[in-house]
């Protein structure tokens, strides 16, 4: 009986070392299980994830364009506006005019982002170096684009400001520049160079 009954717990023991294996053995293998679903589900969510992220960068890099450039065309036509109608009032020639309303439009837009960085707490110093790397390639092709126009519609400079001839010429040509120079801002902005240097102080 004292045989036995020592069998019996030893084969009771034994049957709890099976068991206990077969318990770690399944708790391994939920765990590599639950590893490799894990594993796989992160795979399968990141794909999507890094796609989604770098198709809203490019949606971000549009629109950023887009304000960049609306902000450039905002000080350019206030230049532009003023320098033609100073030039027209007095009378000057449509160089001169030209020149006038160019230098105007280079001074009103390093202007507005120069506030914008003095804002940001750049000294004015700073600030300038900023509007030059931000702004100036921006202006000049708008300016390009802006004057070419104006001189190449016959009477536009001419017109004089009380006729729709000048400022549906200015309108157009304002308009034409800002769609020219999306593009040019987005590409710049790309490679962290024109106004990305301006958001990078703004954030």
Request: aromatic share 4%.
């Amino acid at each position: 009986m004292d045989h036995a009954d020592h069998t019996d717990h030893a084969g009771h023991g034994g049957g709890a070392h099976p068991h206990g294996g077969v318990r770690l053995g399944g708790h391994d293998h939920t765990g590599t299980g639950s590893g490799g679903h894990d594993g796989s589900q992160g795979g399968s969510q990141g794909g999507p994830h890094d796609h989604d992220h770098g198709h809203a960068r490019g949606d971000a890099s549009w629109r950023t364009a887009v304000q960049a450039t609306l902000h450039c065309l905002t000080g350019c036509a206030i230049g532009e506006v003023l320098g033609m109608v100073i030039g027209t009032a007095a009378g000057l020639h449509s160089g001169a005019t030209v020149v006038l309303s160019v230098a105007l439009a280079f001074v009103f837009g390093y202007a507005l982002t120069m506030r914008g960085m003095l804002k940001a707490g750049l000294n004015l110093r700073q600030a300038l170096k900023v509007a030059l790397a931000a702004d100036t390639v921006s202006i000049v092709v708008m300016e390009i684009i802006d004057n070419t126009v104006m001189v190449a519609v016959p009477g536009a400079m001419d017109a004089g400001l009380a006729t729709v001839l000048f400022w549906a010429s200015l309108a157009f040509s304002l308009a034409l520049a800002f769609v020219v120079t999306v593009p040019v801002n987005r590409w710049m902005i790309a490679r962290g160079r024109g106004h990305a240097v301006a958001h990078a102080h703004h954030h």
